[in-house]
């Protein structure tokens, strides 16, 4: 039987050979750092002549197997070990980013040098975010000085769209955030970025991945506040930071209302414990009027699963609007809040392609219900109505708004005629 067994076959040869000097050479950058090296001295502090030369290389030198060699040359002069010291062993550079001056006009040349680089050879992009990653673990080996460069480069290529702001998840390391160093970098980075753009920019792409909600965690556990995160950007000058903090704080919170109303509602508690639930939540977390009634509105509109016949959705709407009109009147006691009440109305009818025909009645269901006053719809008759299906809505609306008109001015001629 085992005369019988045939002989596994085994890997001869060249191929196998091939396999080994390349896997050598991988781990090899001795050549191409020792060619970046020397471009780099030869061209000096002159940037436009980095940026040539690096434009020229990535047509003779192998960009995409050591990208990170690259990456660490340009930024801190030669291969960076792990931990962020410099390797003893190998060529390294005087003319780096490390090494420039520590000012803003600086660090927007580097900045170019990169962006130039990247544009040019577009599979650099993700090891190069790979990178900024890798040397923002490393900050505690940096010096200040090299810190803050970083920091403001950072923050300048963020606003250039050069980097993802993903890349700020390097500073949530236990470590870093324990010592100080990552609350320390991100006001240098805030800074330089803010510098570049506002704050609306900044907010689009923290949101984009998510980064938004996860800015406290450059604080330790027992320091993770919205007092203590705005205080700190504030005393730094960064009160934009500190407000867009606030905010985000706020938005969290009216998540967690309208998630708790529509649950109190799907349970059918008593109206008058909503109404006073909502009070309390207006209290305890400074929310106005307006943005409640825009909260109890939405809350409404998402406890039931609405028919998907256009004909049978205005009448699923008006029971379930009947109900529940105490819980608006109760917040509507301001003009501003009724207004906002009836734009909220237009959105979702326009929004809820069922819903077209049914804004005149869900008007005036809440006109008889005394939640929207003759005012606020003649205000947004005249001039308070958006865009949004504007033509539809305000025909739907012409003839009561007409009645509204003539019952104004008989009660008006009839007050003279008293006088």
């Not at 085994?10 to 970046?36: C, V």
């Not at 009634?293 to 039931?304: F, H, K, P, Q, R």
């Not at 109760?330 to 207004?339: D, P, V």
Request: hydrophobic share 40%.
């Amino acid at each position: 039987m085992n005369n019988q067994r045939q002989q596994k076959p085994t890997l001869t040869g060249q191929r196998f050979k091939t396999r080994k000097r390349d896997e050598k050479e991988r781990f090899d950058p001795t050549h191409f750092q020792e060619s970046i090296v020397q471009g780099l001295n030869q061209s000096g502090t002159d940037l436009e002549a980095v940026a040539k030369f690096l434009d020229a290389s990535g047509a003779k030198l192998d960009y995409r197997r050591y990208a990170e060699t690259l990456f660490d040359i340009l930024v801190a002069g030669g291969m960076l070990a792990p931990g962020g010291t410099l390797s003893d062993d190998l060529t390294r550079t005087e003319f780096c980013l490390f090494k420039a001056q520590e000012d803003m006009e600086t660090m927007q040349a580097y900045a170019q040098v990169f962006n130039k680089l990247i544009r040019r050879y577009k599979y650099l992009e993700k090891g190069f975010e790979e990178e900024i990653k890798k040397l923002l673990l490393f900050l505690k080996g940096f010096t200040e000085s090299e810190r803050n460069k970083l920091a403001m480069l950072t923050g300048i290529l963020l606003a250039k769209s050069n980097l993802s702001a993903a890349i700020l998840s390097s500073l949530f390391n236990e470590n870093l955030v324990k010592e100080g160093v990552s609350a320390c970098f991100a006001v240098k980075l805030f800074r330089s970025w803010l510098t570049e753009k506002d704050i609306n920019s900044v907010s689009a792409s923290l949101r984009k991945v998510g980064m938004d909600s996860r800015l406290m965690e450059l604080f330790p556990a027992n320091k993770r506040s919205c007092e203590y995160f705005s205080k700190y950007f504030s005393d730094v000058g960064l009160k934009e930071l500190a407000d867009f903090a606030r905010n985000q704080q706020s938005i969290g919170a009216r998540k967690e209302l309208q998630k708790e109303l529509e649950e109190q509602m799907s349970r059918g508690d008593p109206l008058k414990d909503i109404i006073l639930y909502v009070r309390e939540e207006i209290k305890k977390n400074n929310i106005s009027e307006q943005t409640m009634i825009g909260l109890i509105w939405a809350s409404v509109m998402c406890s039931v699963e609405w028919n998907k016949k256009e004909e049978l959705v205005t009448e699923q709407a008006i029971k379930l609007l009947k109900q529940y009109s105490p819980l608006l009147k109760a917040f509507t006691s301001q003009g501003l809040s009724e207004l906002t009440l009836l734009l909220k109305i237009q959105e979702y009818c326009y929004d809820n392609i069922h819903f077209m025909n049914s804004f005149q009645k869900i008007v005036v269901l809440l006109y008889k219900a005394d939640v929207l006053s003759e005012e606020a719809i003649l205000k947004w008759y005249n001039d308070a109505h958006t865009a949004k299906g504007k033509s539809v809505f305000l025909e739907q609306m012409k003839k009561f708004v007409e009645w509204l008109k003539n019952a104004e001015e008989e009660s008006e001629s009839e007050e003279e005629e008293t006088d």
